[in-house]
């Protein structure tokens, strides 16, 4: 029986912030995910913005870790190695409804301490990016964009550098309290914990209920996402959203990614399926309509991928009203900290939410800082982004460096070794896929994936009827065809 002080249940972007802000103190973490990766869930299926923190109600927990989360992270992402960039934000608008919404919002956003917006014109809207639709805007300079899968994985392997241990492909079927301990049996085995903190996403209100809390009423809302070409990329700096609605919410919009590429997207609708992740060709025509409408290269000859991502949402039954996210702990549920209805902007608040969630503990008992504790983490080097003197250095040092494995994103065999060693012992394809973009290209995977599988064989010395793809029986090969001589 494996025995911890903290027992994480969830390791998408919250359960790893939490991770990571616990690793700064001499304790035994223990983080169990039912998948057999980090951010494999909603927080990997996300526009991957940095919210401002204008569309939440002022005094709310989402208003205050917005601002706070957006505020401090270019020293976040500096730390732990990933790609950010502050590009501010655009938010248009067509009426008059459109105008007073963002007034409105506008106003909401400086109660809350969001600096530096302000309205412009049409004109002034095509200076900061000739791409962008509407007839005037609000500009928003804080809102940045990052990769939420390098982010979630990021605060993973910085956890795991200090000490916390990831225990992946273990779903957490049942929760008992013996004398001062938690028993949490997974499909695996049993974990023995002081502490158990609710960080499981979509799946919270079961775990919830597991330690005694209520079981929370959530809510799907399910949108889809098309991503474009980086041929598109060239055309959007900035990400464009529409005017927010009534109620503060946003539909499509057109954001650009860190590593180049176009999100349009999402739009929204509710769902009953905890993994719904199908997409329709009903709700993929509509994107491309209300795409267009952001982001005038909107053209179906740029589009490589979809996807689907869903916010649970805690509402009030009898009302219907969305509720703030909830992060409790009391003395009827003594050792817990019970964290529900994380969604977004779930990504901007995952450390401010992690810190509470710590002083939850550090109010019960005392915790001693781990006088090593390193904040940094290196990350993998990317060819990609080596200028020519750098590369011929790095082939030199290491020549893996000088084969590329991944053409449409330039992935050497040394970054998919690199991946294939991480930090958390990830061993799939799309576990490395996550790590270096290699298969993220305009072949998504032609090339390169069955390159990948063969590094993953010989690097970690497994049949090929052990590789799988992302998921507990995802196997990719059941034998072989033929023998060959």
């Known amino acids: 029986?494996?025995?911890?002080?903290?027992?994480?249940?969830?390791?998408?972007?919250?359960?790893?912030?939490?991770?990571?802000?616990?690793?700064?103190?001499?304790?035994?973490?223990?983080?169990?995910?039912?998948?057999?990766?980090?951010?494999?869930?909603?927080?990997?299926?996300?526009?991957?913005?940095?919210?401002?923190?204008?569309?939440?109600?002022?005094?709310?927990?989402?208003?205050?870790?917005?601002?706070?989360?957006?505020?401090?992270?270019?020293?976040?992402?500096?730390e732990l190695n990933i790609p950010f960039k502050r590009t501010g934000k655009l938010v248009v608008g067509f009426t008059d409804h459109d105008r007073e919404n963002i007034l409105k919002f506008k106003a909401i956003g400086e109660q809350n301490g969001v600096r530096g917006m302000r309205m412009v014109t049409k004109e002034e809207m095509k200076e900061i990016d000739e791409h962008a639709g509407g007839e005037f805007a609000m500009y928003v300079p804080s809102s940045g964009i990052l990769d939420p899968m390098q982010y979630t994985i990021a605060l993973a392997e910085n956890a795991a550098m200090n000490g916390a241990e990831f225990l992946l492909g273990r779903r957490v079927t049942g929760i008992r309290r013996e004398g001062e301990r938690y028993l949490a049996e997974t499909d695996k085995e049993t974990i023995s914990s002081r502490w158990v903190i609710n960080c499981a996403g979509m799946y919270a209100p079961e775990i919830s209920e597991m330690l005694g809390y209520p079981k929370y009423p959530t809510k799907g809302f399910k949108g889809e996402y098309f991503v474009l070409d980086k041929k598109a990329g060239k055309f959007l700096g900035i990400p464009v959203y529409p005017a927010p609605n009534d109620k503060g919410g946003f539909m499509t919009h057109a954001t650009p990614t860190v590593d180049g590429n176009v999100l349009v997207g999402p739009d929204s609708y509710i769902t009953e399926g905890r993994e719904d992740y199908a997409v329709t060709k009903e709700h993929m025509d509509g994107l491309i309509e209300d795409g267009k409408k952001m982001f005038d290269h909107m053209d179906r000859s740029y589009f490589i991928r979809n996807f689907a991502g869903i916010r649970w949402k805690r509402y009030d039954p009898e009302t219907g009203e969305i509720l703030d996210f909830l992060l409790e702990a009391d003395d009827a549920h003594p050792c817990t900290v019970n964290l529900v209805g994380i969604e977004s902007?779930?990504?901007?608040?995952?450390?401010?939410?992690?810190?509470?969630?710590?002083?939850?503990?550090?109010?019960?008992?005392?915790?001693?800082?781990?006088?090593?504790?390193?904040?940094?983490?290196?990350?993998?080097?990317?060819?990609?982004?080596?200028?020519?003197?750098?590369?011929?250095?790095?082939?030199?040092?290491?020549?893996?460096?000088?084969?590329?494995?991944?053409?449409?994103?330039?992935v050497t065999r040394a970054e998919i070794r690199q991946a294939i060693h991480n930090p958390l012992g990830v061993c799939t394809v799309t576990g490395i896929k996550n790590r270096t973009r290699a298969t993220m290209g305009r072949c998504q995977g032609g090339y390169c994936e069955t390159r990948i599988t063969r590094m993953i064989e010989e690097e970690l010395g497994i049949a090929p009827e052990e590789v799988r793809y992302s998921k507990e029986g995802g196997y990719l090969f059941t034998g072989k065809v033929r023998d060959v001589e």
């Open 1 to 78: 029986m494996k025995e911890y002080d903290v027992l994480i249940i969830g390791a998408g972007v919250v359960g790893c912030a939490v991770a990571r802000e616990l690793s700064r103190y001499c304790l035994r973490i223990g983080v169990a995910e039912k998948e057999l990766d980090v951010a494999c869930g909603n927080s990997s299926r996300n526009t991957g913005m940095l919210h401002a923190g204008f569309t939440y109600k002022p005094g709310s927990l989402k208003a205050e870790c917005a601002v706070e989360g957006n505020q401090e992270f270019d020293r976040v992402a500096e």
């Open 345 to 410: 902007p779930g990504i901007t608040c995952a450390l401010p939410l992690a810190r509470r969630a710590v002083k939850k503990l550090a109010e019960k008992e005392e915790l001693k800082p781990r006088e090593d504790f390193d904040p940094r983490r290196p990350g993998i080097r990317r060819f990609s982004e080596m200028t020519r003197e750098e590369r011929t250095e790095a082939v030199k040092a290491d020549p893996d460096y000088g084969e590329i494995v991944c053409r449409c994103e330039t």
